[in-house]
């Protein structure tokens, strides 16, 4: 687990440590010491905390002109044991918010297993967007199959056409303009 980073390609357009309206604004990390673990497992000192034991995350991006924030997240996504909705929702995507976000996306390639509960938060948070969205790229497909036993399905939009294998060879930017138009797309076909 300590030799999975979070992307790095896009701190030339965003730190978040650097960004005053940002939860992680000021946080300084020490790559001479892993102490975070997710099951007794070191990960690397670049992910950041935000409230569970199993589930950690990197603000990748953030553009409050364009009202869009990329997450990337790693380990075991559990609203089971540890409600890790509660603490992105409550320590983190309600911050984004205030802050005028209004679209997500989040990468998972790194989330291991989803073990789900009930869907309040995800409602909450879809409620809260006023016309934006959530999206969830490169998640595994048990991970999509759960989701959908928790009705999440309807409030993060995933699947197969949002697998995007080549994310990293884009720039932000361009990154939210392939899932926008996926995603136009996808509400024309409704």
């Not at 309206?21 to 000021?26: L, T, V």
């Not at 020490?30 to 990197?58: C, H, V």
């Not at 998640?139 to 199959?145: D, E, G, I, M, P």
Request: aromatic share 18%.
């Amino acid at each position: 687990m300590h030799t999975i980073l979070p992307y790095e390609g896009w701190l030339s357009f965003y730190d978040p440590s650097e960004d005053e309206r940002s939860p992680f604004y000021g946080k300084q990390y020490d790559f001479s010491r892993y102490e975070q673990t997710i099951y007794n497992y070191y990960i690397d000192p670049a992910w950041d905390f935000f409230g569970s034991e199993t589930l950690y995350m990197k603000l990748l991006y953030c553009n409050y002109h364009e009202q869009l924030a990329i997450i990337e997240l790693m380990g075991e996504w559990n609203d089971a044991l540890h409600n890790d909705i509660m603490h992105l929702k409550r320590n983190i995507i309600d911050h984004l918010l205030r802050q005028g976000i209004r679209f997500f996306i989040l990468i998972g390639e790194n989330v291991l297993n989803f073990h789900g509960s009930d869907d309040a938060y995800y409602e909450e948070w879809f409620e809260d967007l006023e016309e934006g969205w959530v999206c969830a790229l490169n998640f595994r497909l048990h991970v999509y199959q759960e989701w959908e036993k928790y009705g999440i399905d309807y409030y993060i939009h995933y699947g197969q056409s949002l697998t995007l294998a080549q994310w990293r060879t884009l720039e932000p930017l361009q990154l939210f303009e392939v899932v926008k138009e996926i995603l136009s797309r996808r509400i024309a076909l409704q």
